[in-house]
């Protein structure tokens, strides 16, 4: 039996820009951002670990009217204390199931898992290969599912390999 065919997948529309602003220093330089299933609310991190949650307020078109967020923070170690550079190089976002996150950093290759508002450092993961990263090229974009499995993709594959890697951590574990 043939699988069914393709379809296309739906294309993406522009609908409308906002210029959103924070009298914060470290406001900007947003490496990711995630929206929660609703399409109102929302997580960013800067390339420095600046974390800001928030709401995002639209119209019946769908086109962003205003923004509500909360104050930049910054994540915590896992000795609870805050995070420095050059460790804070943050790359990717997505938010879990349980109001908690995952944020994936490069120069120390990880993917951390806080709590609600970063100050409670979870886990630490790493997936398979990630010592044979390039310097400031790894995991660069994170996806969760509906299921609660965690993706993640390097920026480059892992030196020696020429495919780009699509991992994924479910039940505690990568496959």
């Known amino acids: 039996m043939l699988p069914p065919p393709a379809t296309a997948a739906p294309r993406a529309v522009y609908v409308s820009s906002y210029t959103w602003t924070i009298d914060d220093p470290r406001f900007g330089g947003f490496s990711a951002l995630d929206t929660a299933a609703?399409?109102?609310?929302?997580?960013?991190?800067?390339?420095?670990?600046?974390?800001?949650?928030?709401?995002?307020?639209?119209?019946?078109?769908?086109?962003?009217?205003?923004?509500?967020?909360?104050?930049?923070?910054?994540?915590?170690?896992?000795?609870?204390?805050t995070l420095l550079p050059p460790f804070d190089d943050a790359e990717g976002v997505a938010l879990g199931r349980d109001a908690d996150f995952y944020i994936s950093y490069e120069i120390e290759d990880r993917i951390v898992h806080y709590a609600e508002d970063g100050g409670v450092w979870l886990d630490s993961l790493r997936?398979?290969?990630?010592?044979?990263?390039?310097?400031?090229?790894?995991?660069?974009?994170?996806?969760?599912?509906?299921?609660?499995?965690?993706?993640?993709?390097?920026?480059?594959?892992?030196?020696?390999?020429a495919d780009f890697p699509v991992y994924r951590y479910r039940g505690g574990a990568w496959d």
């Open 38 to 81: 609703d399409g109102t609310g929302f997580i960013a991190v800067s390339d420095t670990a600046a974390i800001v949650t928030g709401r995002l307020t639209r119209d019946d078109r769908g086109a962003i009217l205003g923004v509500t967020a909360g104050r930049l923070t910054q994540p915590a170690t896992d000795q609870d204390q």
């Open 127 to 161: 997936p398979p290969g990630v010592q044979r990263y390039t310097l400031n090229a790894g995991i660069e974009a994170l996806a969760i599912d509906a299921d609660g499995a965690l993706f993640a993709i390097p920026e480059l594959p892992p030196e020696g390999d």
